[in-house]
């Protein structure tokens, strides 16, 4: 069975290098760049696993993680972030 992934990061490379790392697991990767955008993401995909960062745009991570613990109760939820983004690597 393949596992759905949620990836929800405003860094399009951070998304990419996630993409790559799930997929070559042969899993199924969501993205999304903001909590607006990953509420649309859950309303048009099943997800098992959920990976949001806490630096988001607009609704931050730790907003939107109980929301999400609502509407995805049985969804294993995942809070990522890292101070200098500059030294992020995949």
Known sequence: MTTRILVI????????????EFGAERQ???VA???VEAFAR???????????DI???????LELLPQLAQRLPD???IA???RDRSSRTC
């Open 9 to 20: 990061d405003e860094d399009p490379s951070l998304r990419e290098c996630l993409e790559l």
């Open 55 to 61: 630096a988001l745009p607009g609704l931050d991570g």
């Open 75 to 77: 969804v294993a939820l």
């Open 42 to 52: 859950i309303d048009e995909f099943p997800i098992d696993l959920v990976f949001a």
């Open 28 to 30: 199924l990767i969501v």
């Open 33 to 35: 760049s903001s909590a």
């Open 80 to 82: 990522v972030t890292s």
